[in-house]
């Protein structure tokens, strides 16, 4: 608000433990074991209330700490003490509802004014007891355009490989807060220069220092540019797009691999998917519901490139054909030479479903038919000439007609 944002929700603090917050509200449930905190229903909206934190001293009650990497904290203090346990100084600044002031206890107020993004305390322990707060500090520096404190920054490309010890599925959640925000563009570029985005997507981040003519490092700053652009104009983005193009290059380059071997394009596509995506779960896990429609964009490739016969009409009526139609045109427009694929298929889908026929001629060349095997004849029985002229005619009408059958 302080900035002339309008704020996307907003979060309660307060000394009342959480079981004091949930009997005070019948519409609230509480949730979390490294944070535990009560979500209150309020209408058709959810306020998140958290109690004040206070500071850890080693293992306290309520509090667990291994390695410097706090995985339980729930240690209650003050206000004061809360301010302090927060990771930037502009996201430690409370407003009190009461009188409408704002509290500063960490001088946030001067670094928000400054546009200065700089974490509370000793900059490699709260990393340590959080690497996603590096994260944090690039997704800031990126949608607020401020400059992360020098002394914040210097030591975030060392302690990158600290996300490891994250689970993947919080990444997951992470990761849909750094590219699904309207800014995933200069969140990526910022990503790279501090060396986290290796620690994400670390087979696409390789595929990346092996560019072709550009590729694939256009393909994505062009889905990373689309993803912005639909969220500026107010359209949905999914997480199954996005990760599609991320793993895009690291999957083709696996197919291409299993095909050398013999194996088919579309089985290829089907192994090398299956193996990507578990490669990249054991970093950023990517739930079912997405991966299964990432893998339909992938599969449905080779496909949309055969388009000169009736099959291809089938795929308009694909549920995933709008996605993995998307997806070509971004081939296309990352310097994939595709010809006049995706100006076939956008025409295509202009034309009623009486005129689409007549377009796959113009797809390019017809594949050839598959002609059937001859049928071997039956070695007539010897009932004399006659008879064996009869069976023999018999025979040479009966083959006409299966090959005519065959070709029609």
């Given at each position: 608000m302080l900035l002339g944002h309008e704020p996307k929700d907003f979060d309660v603090t307060t000394d009342a433990s959480p079981e004091q917050v949930k009997a005070l509200f019948r519409n609230s449930r509480l949730i979390g074991r490294r944070?535990?905190?009560v979500h209150v229903r309020f209408g058709r909206e959810i306020i998140e209330v958290a109690t004040f934190r206070g500071q850890h001293a080693g293992d306290a009650e309520g509090g667990v700490i291994e390695d410097g990497l706090i995985l339980r904290d729930n240690v209650f203090g003050t206000i004061k003490e809360d301010a302090w346990r927060r990771d930037f100084s502009v996201n430690a600044l409370f407003y009190d509802s009461q009188d409408d002031s704002v509290i500063d206890y960490v001088g946030g107020y001067a670094d928000l004014k400054n546009g200065l993004l700089r974490i509370l305390g000793e900059p490699e322990v709260r990393y340590r007891e959080?690497?996603?707060?590096?994260l944090r500090a690039a997704r800031f520096a990126a949608k607020l355009g401020f400059k992360i404190h020098?002394?914040?920054?210097?030591?975030?490309?060392?302690?990158?490989?600290l996300l490891r010890d994250v689970s993947p599925s919080r990444l997951f959640e992470e990761v849909l807060k750094l590219f699904q925000t309207g800014v995933a563009l200069q969140t990526f570029e910022l990503m790279r220069h501090y060396n986290l985005f290796a620690q994400l997507f670390p087979e696409t981040d390789r595929s990346l220092a092996v560019e072709k003519n550009g590729f694939p490092l256009r393909l994505l700053v062009k889905a990373l540019g689309n993803t912005d652009e639909r969220i500026a104009l107010g359209k949905p983005v999914t997480p199954a797009f996005?990760?599609?193009a991320f793993l895009w290059e690291p999957l083709r380059s696996g197919a291409e691999k299993l095909r050398a071997e013999g194996m088919s394009e579309a089985q290829a596509i089907q192994v090398s998917a299956r193996q990507v995506l578990s490669q990249q779960s054991q970093s950023v896990i990517l739930p079912k519901r997405f991966s299964l429609r990432a893998r339909d964009v992938w599969s449905m490739q080779p496909r949309l490139e055969r388009n000169t016969n009736k099959r291809a009409l089938l795929l308009l009526d694909h549920p995933s054909f709008r996605a993995a139609y998307d997806f070509l045109l971004l081939?296309?427009?990352?310097?994939?030479?595709l010809g006049d694929l995706p100006d076939w298929w956008t025409k295509i889908q202009t034309l009623d479903e009486a005129e689409r026929p007549s377009?796959?001629?113009?797809?390019g060349d017809k594949p050839k038919r598959r002609r059937r095997r001859p049928q071997r004849k039956k070695p007539a029985k010897q009932a004399g000439n006659q008879s064996n002229g009869q069976v023999e005619a018999n025979s040479d009408r009966s083959g006409s007609s299966q090959e005519n059958s065959s070709d029609s």
């Amino acid at each position: 608000m302080l900035l002339g944002h309008e704020p996307k929700d907003f979060d309660v603090t307060t000394d009342a433990s959480p079981e004091q917050v949930k009997a005070l509200f019948r519409n609230s449930r509480l949730i979390g074991r490294r944070f535990r905190i009560v979500h209150v229903r309020f209408g058709r909206e959810i306020i998140e209330v958290a109690t004040f934190r206070g500071q850890h001293a080693g293992d306290a009650e309520g509090g667990v700490i291994e390695d410097g990497l706090i995985l339980r904290d729930n240690v209650f203090g003050t206000i004061k003490e809360d301010a302090w346990r927060r990771d930037f100084s502009v996201n430690a600044l409370f407003y009190d509802s009461q009188d409408d002031s704002v509290i500063d206890y960490v001088g946030g107020y001067a670094d928000l004014k400054n546009g200065l993004l700089r974490i509370l305390g000793e900059p490699e322990v709260r990393y340590r007891e959080d690497p996603v707060r590096m994260l944090r500090a690039a997704r800031f520096a990126a949608k607020l355009g401020f400059k992360i404190h020098e002394e914040s920054e210097q030591i975030i490309a060392r302690l990158g490989p600290l996300l490891r010890d994250v689970s993947p599925s919080r990444l997951f959640e992470e990761v849909l807060k750094l590219f699904q925000t309207g800014v995933a563009l200069q969140t990526f570029e910022l990503m790279r220069h501090y060396n986290l985005f290796a620690q994400l997507f670390p087979e696409t981040d390789r595929s990346l220092a092996v560019e072709k003519n550009g590729f694939p490092l256009r393909l994505l700053v062009k889905a990373l540019g689309n993803t912005d652009e639909r969220i500026a104009l107010g359209k949905p983005v999914t997480p199954a797009f996005l990760f599609a193009a991320f793993l895009w290059e690291p999957l083709r380059s696996g197919a291409e691999k299993l095909r050398a071997e013999g194996m088919s394009e579309a089985q290829a596509i089907q192994v090398s998917a299956r193996q990507v995506l578990s490669q990249q779960s054991q970093s950023v896990i990517l739930p079912k519901r997405f991966s299964l429609r990432a893998r339909d964009v992938w599969s449905m490739q080779p496909r949309l490139e055969r388009n000169t016969n009736k099959r291809a009409l089938l795929l308009l009526d694909h549920p995933s054909f709008r996605a993995a139609y998307d997806f070509l045109l971004l081939r296309a427009e990352s310097g994939e030479e595709l010809g006049d694929l995706p100006d076939w298929w956008t025409k295509i889908q202009t034309l009623d479903e009486a005129e689409r026929p007549s377009m796959l001629s113009a797809g390019g060349d017809k594949p050839k038919r598959r002609r059937r095997r001859p049928q071997r004849k039956k070695p007539a029985k010897q009932a004399g000439n006659q008879s064996n002229g009869q069976v023999e005619a018999n025979s040479d009408r009966s083959g006409s007609s299966q090959e005519n059958s065959s070709d029609s």
